[in-house]
């Protein structure tokens, strides 16, 4: 099966067209499974890794950097740095009052990072949320040194608003510093119109290498939940029955049903290939926590819709 490969912005990094979300890592996937995925990822030709400093927090019993130690321990034992690219970030709260983009915290962050993942070099780093209190000058400087020094190859943004964003580029352009070449936003077939409204424009104006994070909206476009009563299929159901689970929602996914029919695909295998193929989109990002699901989701990335389904999917979802 031939992947496809895209650069991510202008950084000049290849990377297969979906991203692997590390978000499970010490989560609902414990170190073995991890590692199990990891090895299959790459065997798979799908070996672009995003993750974060706080993933997985939120879990009892959780501090933070939890999915960052697994995959360094699993490079540690698997040897595999250079068979992967690897994506992680800064800025959201770690308690303790560790947050933000001011200077001096991303430079003890990404010292934890690199220490966590047992590697001298991160491929892509994020900064995972916009930090209003720091100029944008002072957080772009210190990750120019970071790529300067070699401990970085490329940076990148999530969750920013078309103007910040905007914002940073000039600020990047003017002063002769490197450069956001990534966005991580909310999008998939469901929530489109925050993307669609600004970010894109900005994105595609730039050059700008687009990884798009809750691409399955959270489970609810694999077709799992078609039913009030699907809530109690898995922890977060109720909040995705309740966000999706209406006109708009059912609509989606009776266009889903006949493309996968059609494409002698799944519903999860032709969102991705949806989003895939919108021009701006580089690789959107996905987790699973099986071998199974894995086999699944590499289909999706081999997947080539028709126009006319890319177009079907479109006008079912609009807003």
Request: hydrophobic share 35%.
């Amino acid at each position: 099966m031939s992947l496809q490969h895209r650069t991510l912005g202008r950084s000049g990094l290849q990377v297969p067209v979906l991203t692997f979300g590390g978000n499970v890592f010490g989560w609902t996937s414990d170190q073995p499974t991890s590692f199990s995925l990891l090895d299959a990822l790459v065997e798979k030709g799908l070996y672009f890794i995003d993750t974060a400093d706080c993933y997985s927090r939120w879990a009892p019993g959780n501090q933070g950097g939890e999915s960052e130690t697994i995959i360094g321990n699993w490079l540690k034992k698997s040897g595999k740095r250079d068979k992967i690219v690897l994506a992680t970030k800064v800025g959201m709260d770690m308690g303790e009052g560790k947050t933000g983009l001011a200077p001096a915290y991303i430079r003890q962050s990404v010292e934890d990072s690199l220490k966590r993942l047992q590697t001298d070099y991160i491929d892509l780093y994020q900064a995972h949320r916009d930090d209003s209190d720091t100029p944008l000058q002072e957080t772009l400087a210190t990750f120019d040194a970071l790529i300067k020094e070699g401990k970085v190859r490329a940076i990148g943004a999530s969750n920013y608003s078309a103007d910040r964003l905007a914002e940073a580029l000039k600020i990047s352009e003017e002063q002769g510093l490197s450069r956001y070449e990534t966005l991580q936003p909310e999008y998939n077939l469901y929530d489109r119109q925050d993307y669609e409204s600004g970010l894109e424009k900005v994105a595609q104006q730039n050059g700008l290498g687009v990884i798009n994070y809750y691409s399955l909206a959270s489970g609810f476009l694999s077709g799992k939940y078609r039913s009030k009563a699907d809530a109690s299929k898995s922890k977060r159901g109720e909040g995705v029955v309740e966000k999706y689970l209406n006109d708009r929602g059912l609509r989606i996914l009776a266009a889903l049903d006949s493309v996968a029919e059609a494409h002698h695909a799944t519903p999860t295998q032709v969102a991705l290939a949806w989003q895939i193929a919108r021009p701006s989109i580089t690789a959107p990002i996905v987790s699973v926590t099986s071998l199974t699901q894995l086999e699944e989701l590499s289909k999706a990335a081999a997947l080539k819709l028709s126009d006319e389904a890319v177009n079907k999917l479109t006008e079912a979802s609009s807003y």
